[in-house]
């Protein structure tokens, strides 16, 4: 069983860029959470993909947005980076939405210049 | 709007001590209650869920309480090592897919 792997494992970028975000989900789960974590706080959700469909977000601006694939792989993508997006982007995959324990990646460190 | 909070925000504890660590919540209407375990720089480790119909789980040397009706969960740990340093998040689902976490516990267990 292949755990929830993320890509990159670092990133550096300039305010105002673009950045995308992956995340591969665990076998046989087809729902994807996606969370923003500045230091030393809790993980913030941004929202939630099951079955390629958006189904739940947070309270995040229309410039964070995502994507899920037929395989149940996900994207995260913030354009108009500010300083203030720099934070571990955390993934998680499940089973049904709502119901089922959450499995991290080991995230994405995000560092906005 | 749910609040989850954590107390204490940081603990230190001798090799062997039993610990306990808070996590309370606003609104009692939650789908689940999860523990998690991050090491610095790391993901989280899923370490105990708790159903909202459930009182309480064991694995191992940990056990997690939920209390609905005041809000409150604790997670127990048991005869704690050195390999247990690590932060501590709890978090509630609720229907809308969001899960609120806590800012967490930052357990130290000295040898």
């Known amino acids: 069983e292949t755990g929830v792997t993320q890509s990159p494992t670092h990133l550096i970028k300039t305010r105002g860029q673009q950045v995308t975000l992956r995340c591969s989900s665990q076998s046989g789960h087809n729902t994807v959470s996606w969370y923003q974590q500045a230091l030393g706080q809790g993980p913030q959700f941004i929202f939630q993909y099951y079955r390629e469909e958006e189904n739940g977000r947070g309270n995040f601006p229309p410039r964070f947005s995502g994507l899920q694939f037929p395989n149940y792989s996900s994207e995260l993508n913030v354009n108009a980076l500010e300083l203030d997006d720099s934070a571990l982007y955390l993934c998680?995959?499940?089973?049904?939405?709502?119901?089922?324990?959450?499995?991290f990646g080991p995230g994405t460190r995000l560092t906005v210049t | 709007k749910q609040e989850v909070t954590q107390i204490p925000a940081a603990l230190s504890v001798p090799e062997g001590e039993n610990l306990v660590l808070n996590c309370s919540f606003t609104d009692s209407a939650i789908y689940n209650l999860q523990w998690f375990r991050q090491d610095p720089g790391k993901g989280l480790t899923s370490l105990l869920l708790i159903q909202s119909s459930q009182r309480e789980q064991t694995s191992g040397r940990l056990n997690a309480s939920l209390d609905k009706s005041s809000g409150r969960s604790t997670l127990y740990i048991a005869a704690s090592q050195p390999g247990d340093s690590a932060t501590y998040l709890c978090a509630v689902e609720e229907g809308n897919n969001d899960m609120r976490f806590g800012a967490g516990t930052r357990l130290t267990v000295k040898p």
């Open positions: 998680a995959s499940s089973g049904p939405s709502g119901a089922y324990e959450q499995y």
